[in-house]
């Protein structure tokens, strides 16, 4: 078991840099103005070969009333006794407040070692604040700078001597748990549902909206089976989000969804499957993680059983995508319902592991064609040959067919619908996808058919057809072919020598290149050249 380490402090002195650094990811939100962080956060981090376990807290406030920021308080005392080892986080460039020296003197109850860190030493004007914190009477500071990870090596040093007398328990690793997102618009109740599945008020509640920014994950064993709930921030419709905390919130519930494997969505049951649920839904679907719909604050419900079949055909008739996802109504408050939940989980999550093997495949689809042939498409049918499941999580197929990129998506949506019907799929994402024939790779063009080559004229080729490959073709239209011949232009032939072919009329005008000049001359049907006299005496 790695050493459990709480990161404490003030408001906005760098805690959550500190404990995105050791573990290595952008887990905690951060932001310049102070009390983002509310709840506390573990996650397994490293510093050279020491492992680690460390605790994001909230900022630390002298508040003891009913406030959030009392609660607030509340939690970072429970990190207090939790951890082995406290590091105290001061801000060296504003240097020891009041506040410091208020969580100081609590800090000094505690029997554990603390290590005192004065972050955001980079600069030149943090030497004072680091001359300060030697008052807080925790010994020699430890100069850091979170966000540029300075000093680093100087606080392996001082875990290691905080650490020398603490004995770490190894055990074995756990099996690996199954993740579950419980996701919502804000003040649905997701955190109140955590703390009564738990046991305990492990998340921070209350009745205001949107307390929760982090999306925090808690380990937890139900009936041997090991759980990891991940609480995530409210998601309001993406008009109204303009903050860029919220933003960043709204980003770290997504991610949560992605590594997810069941998610519980959490809806009022006065304004249920409006337009922000219905996008949630929508998100999860295209996700493909099993889904759970859950009515809260039912306790105030007058009319369950009429509320409740209204629900669900409400569900059916807006998201028949995900036609028999489970739905629970329960109150989170109160504990009415709850003990329904968690069957529901491990149902949904047992169906989106499910595998089915090629031979029920393939007498399914028989029956399903039978029953409803594919469609002609261009008066030709498809044909489908078989079909076979490619991996599970969700639960994925593939139906191999002719002219599969023909096939209609009404056509699919019946396939879909009566595989989940078939093989008992309520709710559960389904991907089907088409592959045609493969095409034969020897015919002419495939992939082993080699490069095509050049395949030259025919040397024994008739003369004529020589000739009327040079010539330009004559079009068969009377007009058309007029009109070529009066914009045709005789080229002239450039000869070799001073005798011509016997085949040449007289009076053509040929070009002469050995012994010619005067440029173009006059060739009688013989062949000899005239020499311009017409009609000159014989000798």
Request: proline share 5%; net charge positive.
């Amino acid at each position: 078991m790695a050493l459990k380490v709480a990161i404490v402090g003030r408001p906005n002195v760098g805690k959550s840099t500190l404990f995105n650094r050791l573990v290595g990811k952008r887990l905690a939100l951060v932001d310049d103005r102070p009390g983002v962080t509310r709840d506390r956060r573990y996650a397994d981090g490293n510093i050279g070969d020491l492992d680690l376990t460390l605790i994001d807290t909230a900022g630390y406030e002298d508040v003891a009333d009913d406030s959030l920021e009392a609660r607030m308080r509340e939690q970072t005392e429970a990190a207090l006794e939790d951890a082995d080892v406290l590091m105290f986080m001061m801000d060296a460039r504003e240097g020891v407040t009041s506040l410091d020296r208020i969580f100081a003197d609590r800090l000094r109850k505690q029997p554990k070692p603390v290590i005192l860190l004065a972050n955001k030493s980079e600069s030149r004007e943090s030497g004072g604040g680091v001359g300060e914190a030697h008052g807080l009477g925790f010994g020699e500071p430890v100069a850091i700078s979170a966000e540029h990870g300075e000093g680093m090596a100087d606080l392996y040093a001082a875990l290691i001597a905080a650490s020398a007398d603490i004995f770490v328990e190894e055990i074995d690793e756990p099996d690996k748990p199954i993740r579950i997102a419980i996701i919502g618009r804000p003040n649905a109740g997701k955190s109140t549902l955590i703390n009564r599945l738990i046991g305990e008020d492990r998340m921070l509640t209350g009745p205001e909206a949107g307390i929760t920014r982090d999306s925090i994950s808690v380990d937890w064993q139900y009936e041997g089976q090991n759980i990891r709930l991940v609480d995530t921030a409210g998601m309001r419709r993406k008009a109204r989000v303009q903050e860029k905390l919220e933003k960043l919130s709204v980003a770290d519930t997504i991610r949560a969804i992605t590594f997810a494997e069941v998610v519980i969505l959490m809806m009022d049951k006065d304004n249920a499957f409006d337009v922000q649920d219905l996008q949630l839904a929508d998100l999860v679907e295209r996700e493909g993680r099993a889904l759970i719909y859950v009515a809260s604050k039912w306790d105030l419900e007058e009319n369950p059983q009429s509320r409740m079949a209204k629900l669900k055909q409400m569900a059916e008739d807006k998201l028949p995508q995900l036609k028999g996802t489970p739905f629970v109504a329960l109150s989170a408050h109160s504990g009415r319902g709850v003990e329904r939940l968690m069957p529901a989980v491990m149902k949904a999550y047992e169906t989106w592991s499910v595998k089915v093997k090629t031979k029920d495949l393939n007498d399914w689809l028989a029956m399903a064609t039978q029953r409803h042939p594919p469609p002609a498409v261009d008066g030709k049918r498809v044909k489908t040959k078989y079909m076979a499941q490619t991996k599970a999580r969700p639960p994925t197929f593939v139906l191999f067919a002719s002219r599969a990129s023909s096939l209609p998506d009404h056509y699919l949506r019946y396939l879909t619908n009566s595989l989940r019907e078939s093989f008992d799929l309520p709710g559960t994402p389904i991907r089907l996808s088409l592959k045609s024939n493969t095409p034969n790779p020897y015919a002419e063009g495939g992939a082993k058919s080699g490069p095509e080559r050049y395949k030259g004229d025919a040397k024994t080729a008739p003369r004529r057809v020589r000739k009327a490959e040079k010539e330009e073709a004559l079009s068969n239209l009377p007009g058309k072919a007029l009109e070529q011949k009066k914009t045709r232009v005789a080229k002239p032939r450039v000869i070799s020598g001073v005798k011509a072919s016997s085949s040449k009329k007289a009076g053509s005008s040929v070009a002469v290149q050995k012994g010619a000049r005067g440029g173009a001359r006059q060739v009688s049907r013989s062949g000899r050249i005239r020499t311009g006299q017409k009609h000159a005496p014989k000798k």
